[in-house]
């Protein structure tokens, strides 16, 4: 039973840390999958969604858009690892638009797992 202990208490932490890690990286490749998503729709309709129609547009049409030739997506647009929404906006602050995740704990900043992650 002790040996048992001592593995988990060496074992475990070292598989949570790659846990948080595989989540950052999945947030990055679906940051990337909507990016191109985003480019594919300023190609048809000739610019971006604006923030009020959001990442929505890529599935459903604007309304009286005539160009719009999706969906650009084949699912809904996931939520991050974390269960939140992805933050868009356009015109951003940083490039055309920004698209980004607060990370872990949901707030604007922090480090590590908790880092903002970014399209810029």
């Known amino acids: 039973m002790v040996i048992i202990g001592l593995l988990a208490g060496y074992v475990g932490p070292r598989f949570f840390s790659q846990i948080g890690k595989s989540e950052v990286q999945t947030a990055r490749a679906q940051i990337n999958a909507l990016e ?15 923030t009020e129609e959001g990442l929505a547009a890529l599935n459903t049409a604007p309304t009286g858009e005539r160009k719009w030739q999706g969906p650009y997506l084949r699912k809904a647009v996931p939520d991050d690892p974390w269960e939140k929404p992805y933050q868009y906006r356009s015109p951003g602050e940083h490039s055309e638009f920004d698209l980004f995740s607060f990370g872990k704990d949901g707030q604007p900043g922090g480090e590590g797992e908790a880092a903002d992650i970014v399209n810029w």
């Open 36 to 50: 191109k998503a985003l480019d594919q729709f300023r190609l048809d309709v000739g610019r971006y969604p604006m």
